[in-house]
């Protein structure tokens, strides 16, 4: 039988993509909200005996997306559901992966925990924390979106690019961008201040009169992406500056940052709905392709 594929409200887009990736539709279900902000979901497939995938970014509200999974999953096992699959394109909380003082929650742990209960295993992709598969309660399969990413921007890269890790926790990531393409590597020294803000302390690699592909999995206030482009363009790159990212959330000041910093493009992927109308080009690369091959075929029940 071929898995039942559902999504919460907020990843019905990318749900009906992943389905057609593998020949399905995407499952009726709805979750209604009341009044007083309490939810409940409803599915309208016949679900009993089924494998079901779970289709929901934790994009923010983190909190709202997150319950609605939850809903999703328990009216599934209610209805007789055989093995539950989740995939979450963008799972929050990951960058919580330590806790630096005593009496600090360790978040991304916390809602590991919370995603993993009832399913047989969870897909994600580029999760920030190498930590994050102790995490979870059942098995975690994660699925990068670098190959698409770099074969997204492979068409226009210029052969004397240089790619740019903004911090020293993301070379590797980078590193695996730049062999990809055949391009060299250059690296920022950055420490963080605070969730908004950012300090660099220099770079290491050559990067004068060339242009330039940042690579970073994450874009949240912009903060670090903004650092690393004050340090190129003092190390005199030329003035074509390229962001990819993994996931774009683009909060709170976060595009002004951006296209005050001078960024010609960004790259990402669909793992959040990103604002259309940016100031710069954007790029969208589709993560169905990549899911759906980790999907196919799914495993034998345990």
Known sequence: MNPIFLAGTHSAEFGAALAGQLGAPLGRSTVQQFPDG????????????????????????????????????DACLGAGARRLT???????????????????????????????????????????????????????????????????????????????????????????????????LAIVHKSRQSGKEVTTHGLLGEVRDRPILIVDDLISTGGTIEAAVRVVRAA???????????????????????????????VHSDSVRAPADLPFAQQVVSLAPALAAALRPLPPAR
């Open 86 to 184: 989740a995939v979450v394109p963008y799972f929050a909380y990951a960058r919580q992966d330590r806790r630096v003082r005593r009496g600090e929650s360790l978040g991304g742990a916390v809602l590991a925990r919370l995603v993993a209960e009832g399913f047989s295993r969870v897909l994600a992709v580029d999760l920030h924390a190498e930590a994050a598969e102790g995490w979870f309660t059942c098995p975690l399969e994660q699925v990068s979106a670098l190959p698409a990413l770099a074969e997204a921007v492979r068409p226009v890269v210029d052969p004397r690019a240089v790619v740019v890790s903004p911090d020293l926790g993301g070379a590797k990531r980078a590193e695996r961008f730049a062999r990809a393409l055949g391009l060299e």
């Open 38 to 73: 309490e939810q409940q979901a409803l599915v309208e497939e016949d679900v009993e005996g089924a494998e079901v995938v779970l289709v929901q970014s934790l994009q923010p509200p983190v909190g709202e997306h997150l319950l609605e999974l939850r809903l999703l999953a």
């Open 236 to 266: 005199r790159c030329a003035p074509d500056i390229t962001v990819v990212a993994s996931h774009v959330l683009l909060v709170g000041r976060a595009i002004e940052r951006l296209a005050a910093a001078g960024i010609q493009r960004l």
